[in-house]
């Protein structure tokens, strides 16, 4: 999960994208359940914190993906318009549905408080390991999206082997308010690019000033990175320089188990 979140709020869990590197699956079949894609009608009673806390929206599956039904994203867009001071990060490897209607009609009435992200392991074909859409899709939707005047958000993880010109020219297109950079944690599906190409994209990020994050197994690079590359915070209102915000520090994360 992205590291300067404060809360996730996890009002769908499951997926279709069958990622064969994907953590929420594993944790839910080792609480012996399916990894299904399920609407909690329940989590539309939360209260939001008000606090100005960034909250990432189904850390447990993926709200946009095929298996949740129109109506349901809908619900879950209508709760979200009752929070009166926070953002949230809608996330997801199916970023096309962001212009199904009547989808696209509540993310323009939310622009103020949203965030649409999507991940992008690598430039490269992802079949091997994810029946997701591929990468090129994920970046279209997400362009298009900065186009009608979102804000956007990249995860880069898992960061396998990629193309550095294709997928600078993404991201310099998707011009994210953040990214979050991490390796494949515990299997190995994806191919690990080597140093110097993170290194090299971290530079890139650099000269674009765009803010990233990196995951704890890409820690050990953080020294060679360059002095921007200390910036890691978000910056939720664009009338502030990122930093003067803080991260927000403390997790809450409901829906996690239940
Ligand atoms: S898209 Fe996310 S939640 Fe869905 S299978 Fe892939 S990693 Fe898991």
Redesign the pocket.
């Known amino acids: 999960m992205f590291k300067s979140v404060g809360w996730t709020w996890n009002p769908i869990t499951g997926?279709t994208?069958?990622?064969k590197?994907?953590w929420?699956?594993s944790l839910t079949r080792r609480w012996g359940k399916e990894f299904v894609p399920t609407f909690r009608v329940s989590y539309l009673n939360d209260q939001f914190p008000n606090d100005g806390t960034w909250i990432f929206v189904g850390s447990?599956?993926?709200l946009f993906?095929d298996g949740i039904k129109t109506e349901d994203i809908v619900k879950v867009l209508e709760k979200i318009k009752t929070a009166e001071n926070n953002i949230f990060l809608l996330q997801t490897?199916n970023p096309s549905r962001f212009q199904e209607l009547p989808i696209y009609r509540l993310l323009e009435e939310l622009k103020d408080k949203i965030v649409l992200g999507t991940?992008l392991e690598t430039n490269w074909d992802t079949s091997e390991f994810?029946k997701?859409p591929p990468p090129y899709d994920r970046a279209y939707s997400l362009i298009n999206a900065k186009k009608m005047g979102f804000k956007t958000f990249l995860s880069l993880e898992p960061l396998s082997k990629f193309q550095s010109i294709y997928l600078k020219q993404w991201i310099m297109h998707i011009k994210p308010e953040a990214i979050e950079i991490g390796l494949e944690n515990y299997t190995e599906f994806t191919t690990r690019p080597s140093d110097e190409d993170i290194l090299d994209l971290l530079d890139a990020l650099d000269r674009l000033r765009i803010p990233y994050i990196l995951k704890e197994n890409l820690d050990y690079l953080q020294p060679q990175a360059t002095a921007n590359s200390q910036q890691i915070r978000i910056n939720p209102d664009p009338g502030k320089p990122a930093d003067e915000l803080e991260i927000a520090k403390s997790g809450n994360t409901r829906g996690m188990k239940e």
Do not use: P, R, V
Request: overall charge negative; glycine content about 6%; aromatic content about 6%.
């Open positions: 997926c994208h069958d990622c590197y994907c929420a699956e447990m599956g993926d993906c490897k991940t994810s997701a």
